[in-house]
């Protein structure tokens, strides 16, 4: 019997961060826009920019950097903000985002497109390391994202 390989196929987006490339399905992707002027809240964790208004609510925007135990450095003005709907409708969140280092790439994705790296150990925010049509990128780990970020009280002052 012969399988659609199509129906194993993934929609995908590349996302460029300060060292890496991000994997993320597109199923998650709300929006990308232009990168914005964000604040950091007061006494909030280095990893949380601030927040960026979108279709009337304010949309906590983090570095996936920071939070994965890099150090933050300074995004230039090619950055965007992805847009990300959140997995846990139990949290009261809707969305967050993610800043990008430059534009992400639209791919698609089969099993063979994809192996994990053996003997790199993921960071904390990093589900696994991966080659994705020879270019070495991360998974994130949306999960322990959304923890991180909904364990704060990240409304804007």
Do not use: C
Not at 96 to 124: H, K, M, S
């Amino acid at each position: 019997m012969d399988t659609d390989s199509s129906a194993l196929d993934l929609s995908a987006l590349l996302l460029p961060v300060t060292g890496q490339l991000l994997v993320v399905p597109t199923a998650v992707v709300a929006e990308i826009i232009k990168r914005r002027e964000l604040t950091p809240p007061e006494g909030a964790p280095e990893w949380l920019l601030g927040h960026v208004k979108w279709h009337q609510d304010a949309v906590p925007v983090l570095s996936f950097e920071a939070l994965n135990g890099q150090s933050l450095t300074e995004q230039d003005s090619g950055s965007r903000i992805v847009i990300i709907a959140t997995l846990d409708a139990q949290s009261g969140q809707r969305h967050y985002a993610l800043l990008t280092r430059g534009v992400p790439n639209l791919l698609r994705l089969t099993p063979d497109d994809i192996q994990q790296l053996d003997g790199v150990a993921p960071g904390t925010a990093e589900r696994m390391k991966v080659r994705v049509h020879g270019q070495a990128a991360a998974i994130p780990d949306l999960d322990y994202i959304e923890k991180s970020l909904f364990g704060l009280n990240t409304e804007p002052g």
